[in-house]
T-cell receptor, first 114, second 112 residues
Framework: DSGVTQTPKHLITATGQRVTLRCSPR?????VYWYQQSLDQGLQFLIQ???????AKGNILERFSAQQFPDLHSELNLSSLELGDSALYFC?????????????FGQGTRLTVV | SQQGEEDPQALSIQEGENATMNCSYK?????LQWYRQNSGRGLVHLIL?????REKHSGRLRVTLDTSKKSSSLLITASRAADTASYFC????????????FGKGTRLHILP
């Protein structure tokens, strides 16, 4: 158990809908990262938050947004869903920002858009 | 774009043999990390090597880092069936941008 909790584990929804994925980081970790993993693909970095503030942005679509709350949990919002958004979405957390420490991953949310 | 590129994309070896995977990256890094992912599950951190280190060991794992060539290798000795998984390298850049960027991974299959 990594200590990072993601909910829900599975999500099936229709095109055009909006969903929210939730992540609770490990106790004490201030950084939260979101990644998207499509079939047979590596992990695409989406966005990172540190202590409530957006710190780094990757290839995140405008239809996607995220935030980190004062209690450090994070949510990834995906709207106007398309079939191609079907993927595993991972959240990871870590302690240090600039020095780079190991990241602890949740078990992911498998999103299926039908 | 991906920072790290693992090579090979897939590798099948007999149980007991050694497995070597390579990773190349593009920009200066603070550290490089290797992760394992069992099918459809979250990633598990294996080992971290800092830019001022050349080699690191952890159990049956040996990681090397050559910053002049911007490359790293992961060696798994005496492979076991349980080592079957995808292995990813991830880089933490030197600049203050705190992304941890992953490659596409090497799929390792250990044959009984």
């Amino acid at each position: 158990d990594s200590g990072v909790t993601q909910t829900p584990k599975h999500l099936i929804t229709a095109t055009g809908q909006r969903v929210t994925l939730r992540c609770s980081p490990r106790s004490g970790d201030l950084s939260v990262y979101w990644y998207q993993q499509s079939l047979d693909q590596g992990l695409q970095f989406l966005i990172q938050y540190y202590n409530g503030e957006e710190r780094a942005k990757g290839n995140i679509l405008e239809r996607f947004s995220a935030q980190q709350f004062p209690d450090l949990h994070s949510e990834l919002n995906l709207s106007s869903l398309e079939l191609g958004d079907s993927a595993l979405y991972f959240c990871a957390s870590s302690v240090e920002v600039h020095l780079g420490t190991e990241a602890f991953f949740g078990q992911g949310t498998r999103l299926t858009v039908v | 774009s991906q920072q790290g590129e693992e090579d090979p994309q897939a590798l099948s070896i007999q149980e007991g043999e050694n497995a070597t995977m390579n990773c190349s990256y593009k920009t200066s890094i603070n550290n490089l990390q290797w992760y394992r992912q069992n099918s459809g599950r979250g990633l598990v951190h294996l080992i971290l090597i800092r830019s001022n280190e050349r080699e690191k060991h952890s159990g049956r794992l040996r990681v090397t880092l050559d910053t002049s060539k911007k490359s790293s290798s992961l060696l798994i000795t005496a492979s076991r069936a349980a080592d079957t998984a995808s292995y990813f390298c991830a880089t933490a850049p030197m600049n203050r941008d705190d992304k941890i960027i992953f490659g596409k991974g090497t799929r390792l299959h250990i044959l009984p």
